[in-house]
C-alpha cells in the first residue's frame, strides 16, 4: 500500500488539486438576488438557461460546465463554488460526495469504498449544514450502531447523483443562509419542470463490477431516468425522476485495539514490565522513563461481503397561472439498505508472559508484541461472525409559492415536512457479534514493520485451530439502534429592487424550524466467553475455511510467512438458531431484537428573521458591490430521556463488574435556549479588467451533538473495582461559533480559463468539554468492597489472588452469589451479586459544557482552470492549506487532558479532460494529506491518501451515448494510526470499480 510514500510523490508530481469539472448550475443563485429562498427553485441546466437562436451552437457536457464554473465565481457575492449535472441525468461523478471533493477545500470520508461525509476546510461532517433545493435537511445514520446514534452529519451516499442538477457550496456566511455550517453550508438542487419548457427525458442503463468482492465479481445493475414536460402553453409542469442501484463489495480490514498512552516510568495493568521484574528481560529496547508508548489489546483479521440497494425518487408538480405567479409542490424519497455480513479471526493480550521490542521515543512504537501461554491457561484463538442489514429511508413533501408582485416587489412562501430514520431490517441488530473459538493457544504475536499489522498464532500440542471439531461458541452481543429526525420549516422572503442609487435591492424574511429528533439503544449480551455450548454438540458443517493473504492483496505484510493464513467462518444465521434453540440467546424466538433501554427525544424550535441590503456603485471606474445582513436566531430546547434503572451490580470475573438491570424506567426532561445575532458582510469590486476581489466577513454557527443535549442519566454497564462511569447531557449547550474571514483575488483571463488565489480565517469558541461528578447512583452497591471481600482476606491472606477470593465468596455466601461451572484452571466461575452492606459504588457522571477554550484555523486555496485553446482539451487544478493552532501533542500521555481541532488537512486534485466531437473524458486525481480523525485520551491519524478516477463517453448519435466510469484505478488502501506510525489501528486494501452503460436523452 505505502500510502505515506504514494502521497508524498503525488504532491511533488502535481504540485496542486482540481476544481469540480462543471462548477454550478446558474450564476443567477450565487448572488441570492431574491434570498436564500430563492434557492427553492433552482436555475436550469446551464446549456438550456436560455433558448437557443435557430442554428446557434450551444455548448454542452463538460465545457458548459466549466463556463457555468466561470460565470458563478465571478458574479458572486461571497464565497461560493458549486458543479452541475453536464447534461439531464448525468452528474460529473458517481456519487456526491465524490464530486464535491473536487472542489477546493473539500474533503470526504468514505465508508464501504464510497464517499460518504465531507469535511470543507478543516471542519467535518457535524459542521456543515446540507440543504435540499434550499431547505434544511433531517440526518439519519446509525452510527457506529453500537450506541444511542446522536450525529447531525449527512451521509451522501443515500442519494444517488443521477437525480440531482447541481450543487451549491457556500462557504463564507449569509444572513438569508439557514444555519448550521460552520465549515459550509451545501444546497442539493434538483430539477424543475419550468426551466425547461417542453418534454426532456433521460434514461440511462448500466452495469458496475466492483473488483473487492471477495467471491468472485459479479455485475449489478443500475437504472435511472428523468421525464420532464409542461403543458398549457408552459403553465403546467410535472416533472419524475427514479434511480435504482444494487452494489455488491467487500470490505476487508485489520484492527487493531490499544490500552492508553503510558508514560514509560508507570506501572499500570497491561503496561511493560519495570526492572526488577522477569519480564524485563523480554523487551528489546525499552521506552525510557519520560517516553509514551501504547500496548496492544486486541486485534483482528475482519472480512465483510457488502450488498447494497439504494432507491431515489422525485416528483415534482409546477403551477404557473400568470406570468407573476408560481406554486411548486415536490416529494422526494430515498432508500438506502446495506446488508453486511463479516467473519474475523482474532486475539486478545492478557499481559502475562509478554515480549516485546520498540522504536526510540519520545513516542516509542512496537516493532512488535507476543505473549506466550501455558497450557493450562486454556487461551482462546477466536472466530467471530456477524450480520447486519440496516435501512435509512429519506421522505420530504414540500410546497413553494414564489409571487413577482406589484412594481418590484418579490414574495415567496416555502414550507416542507421531512423525515429521516434509519432501523435494522432483519431480526438480529445493527451492530450484533457471535463468537467462537479455539481453546488452546501457545503463543501469539503481532508484526508491526508492515502497513498490515502481521497477526500470527502458534497452538499447543495436539490442538489443531483448522479442525472445526475444535470449535466452541462462545459469547454473543446483540446491539439494536433506532434513529428518527423530523424536520417542519416554513420560510416566508422577500425582495424589494430600488430602481436607482446606490441601494440595489434588500431582501427580508423570516424562518421558522422545527427539529424533532428520537434516538433509541438497546441491546442483548451474554458473556458466555469460556464457552456456552460444546463443541460435540456444534456441527461441523456450519463452518468453512476462509483464506486471509488473499484478502489484503497490494498491502505490505499481506505475503508475510508468518501470517495466519486461514480461519473459520461459520453460518450466522446457523449458528444463532442453534444458539437460541439449545441457550434461549434470543428467548428462544429466534428474534435478537433487543428492546431500547435508552430512548431519547429532543426538540428545537428556532425563528430566525432577516435582513440584508445589497448596494452596487461605481469604484474606480468599474463596478462594486457591499452587501450587509443580519440574522437573528432563538432556538429553545425541550430534551427528554427514557433511561434504564439498574436494580443491582454483579461481580462476573476476575476484573470486571455489571450492573443488573430488572425493565424499570425513569423519564426526566431538561430543557435550554439561547439566541444568536449573527452578522454578514460581502464586498467586491475589480482593480483590473478581468480582475476581481471580493471580502467577506460573517458570524456563523453550529449546533451540538444530539448525544451533548440528551436529557437523561445513563451508567456505562460495566464498571471496575474502583468504580463506574456514566454521561448526563445538558440541553442548554450554546451552539459553536465562528468568526470568519475571507478574502480572495481572481483573474478570469478567458472566458473559461481562470486563477483565483483564496485566503479564509476562522476564530472558533464555545467548544464542548466535560465535566465530572462523583456520585453515587440508585443505590447500587460494589460486591468486591464489603463484609464478604474482607473475611476473604482475612482467611486467605492481603496477597490473595482475585480468583481464590472469588472461590472463597462462591463457597460462604451461596445465598448471593450465582456458580455457573470452573475455568480451565479449576477456578469457579459465575456471579457475586451486591448486597446492601458493601459499599456504594461510585460513579463519575461525565456533563458536557461549554468550555472557554477558543481555537483558530486558517489557510489557503489555490485554483486554476484553463481550456487549451479549441482543441477540447483543458485542465483544473486547486491545492487547499488548512492550518489550525490546537494540534494533539502525542508525547503526552493519556492521563494529560488535551484539545485539537480534528480533520485539518491539506488536500488536492487535478483533472485533464477532453470535450469534442461528442466524445468526453476525464482522468482525476484526488489527494488528501493526513489528518486528525478523532480525540480523547489517544489521537486517531488517518493516513494519507490518493485516488485515481477516469470517465468517458462517447455520444455517436445525438441524444445517444455510451460511457464508462473507472473508480480507485490504483487500487489504492486505507491506514490510520495513533500516536506512532506502528499503532496501526485500521488497515485495508483498496480495489477498483468500473462502470459502463449507455443513456439516451430526448
Known sequence: MSTRCHSLRARLVLGASVMAV???????????????????QPA???QAATEAPENAIVVTGIRASLSAAANIKRSAQGVVDAISAEDMGK??????????????????????????TVTVRGFGPEFNLVLLNGRQMPTSSLGDGASAPSTRSFDFANLASEGVAGVEVYKSGRATLPTGGIG??????????????????SLAIKGMIDTSRNEGSPITPEVSGIISDTFADGKVGVLVTGVWQKRKASNNQANVGWRDGYLGSENNWGSLPQQGDPRYANIVNRPGPNDVYQVPQ???????????ERINGQLVLQLRPTDTLTATFDYTYSQNTVRARTNSVGIWFNFNDVSSQWTDGPVAGPVFYAEHFGANEGKDLSYSAALTENRSINRSIGGNLKWDGIDRLTLELDAHHSTAESKPNNPYGTSVSVGSAVFGIANQKIDFTHDLPVISVGMNPGVD??????????GNAFRNAY????????????????????????????DYTENKVRSAYGYIQHDTWGGSLPASQTPDDLFSLVSVPDKFKGVSGANDPNIIKQFYSFNFEKMVSLLDSKNQICGGTGNCLAPYTVDRRIKERTIAPYVQVNTKFDLLGREAHFRAGLRYENTRVTSSALVPVPTGTQWVSANEFGLIYGGDSAFTTFAGSYDNFLPAFDFDMQPARNVKFRASYSHTITRADYASLQGGRTLDQLFRIGGGTGSQGNPGLMPYKSKNIDVSLEWYYAPTSYVSVGFFHKGVSNFISSARVDSPAFGLTNPANGPRYQAAISALGADASTAAIRNYIFTHYPESSQITGTDATGNLTGNIFGTPQDAAVNFQIATPVNSSQTATLYGWEFAIQHSFWNTGFGAILNYTIVRGDATYDNTKPSSVTQFALTGLSDSANAVLFYDKHGLQARVAYNWRAQFLSGTGPNPYYVEPYGQVDASASWEFRKGFTVFADAINLTNQGRRGHLRSDNNVFFASSGYARYSAGFRVNF
Open 22 to 40: 462543471g462548477l454550478a448550475a446558474n450564476p443567477a443563485l450565487a448572488q441570492d438576488t431574491a434570498g436564500a429562498a430563492s434557492a427553492a
Open 44 to 46: 436550469a441546466n446551464p
Open 91 to 116: 452528474f460529473p461523478d458517481t456519487n456526491l460526495a465524490e464530486s464535491l471533493q473536487r472542489i477546493t477545500g473539500v474533503s470526504i470520508d468514505r465508508s464501504n469504498g464510497e464517499g460518504s
Open 184 to 201: 459550509s453550508t451545501i444546497n442539493i438542487k434538483t430539477p424543475r419542470p419550468l426551466d425547461r419548457p417542453g418534454l426532456h427525458g
Open 298 to 308: 486486541n486485534a483482528s483479521y475482519d472480512i465483510t461481503d457488502i450488498d447494497r
Open 465 to 474: 485451530a483448522l479442525d472445526p471439531a475444535n470449535i466452541t461458541p462462545t
Open 483 to 510: 434513529f428518527r429526525d423530523e424536520i417542519n420549516e416554513a420560510r416566508l422572503s422577500g425582495q424589494f429592487k430600488f430602481d436607482s442609487g446606490v441601494i440595489d435591492s434588500l431582501d427580508f424574511g423570516a
